[in-house]
């Protein structure tokens, strides 16, 4: 059986996303320090951060601890900002490359996730631990995913 990928749209992409997280992350969703995820772009609070959207990209979720310090997950990319250096890649045939350390994360309220870009490029995003983990792990992992999902598999991730 031959299976057909799928060009999704910015807003597909959002709205799957998002049900995945909604799904995997116990309410209530904005008791989290650091993370957030966006029904709407205008929900975004961080003004100052130069995000450098494109007309239909749209803010999945964010994990923002102050203006050095950041990971933001669209539906065309990756940021990372860490201690003032920023990264940035398209997660278009990434590999999920882990999640950080959570075995002592009762003592730690951050690690870092680890993608591998399509041209090798290993690029970290920063996870709040706790409850909190599975908005950035979810986004970021069905947003990779997502790229080898049928028609049906959307069907059936949206029905859900």
Not at 6 to 15: A, I, L
Not at 20 to 41: A, G, H, V
Not at 112 to 138: F, P
Request: hydrophobic share 30%; glycine share 6%; proline share 1%.
């Amino acid at each position: 059986m031959a299976v057909i990928r799928m060009n999704k749209t910015d807003k597909s992409k959002h709205n799957i996303s998002i049900a995945s997280i909604k799904r995997s992350t116990m309410k209530p969703y904005d008791d989290f320090k650091w993370t957030k995820f966006y029904e709407l772009n205008s929900d975004f609070p961080y003004s100052g951060l130069n995000l450098d959207l494109t007309e239909n990209e749209l803010i999945i979720c964010s994990t923002v601890i102050d203006s050095e310090n950041y990971s933001i997950l669209t539906t065309q990319k990756l940021i990372t900002n860490e201690n003032g250096t920023e990264s940035c890649g398209n997660l278009i045939n990434a590999k999920d490359k882990g999640y950080g350390d959570f075995k002592g994360y009762k003592n730690d309220s951050l690690t870092l996730g680890l993608v591998e870009l399509e041209n090798g490029t290993e690029l970290k995003y920063i996870i709040e631990t706790g409850k909190a983990s599975m908005i950035m792990i979810h986004g970021v992992r069905t947003l990779i995913k997502m790229q080898k999902m049928t028609e049906k598999n959307v069907e059936n991730t949206i029905r859900n």
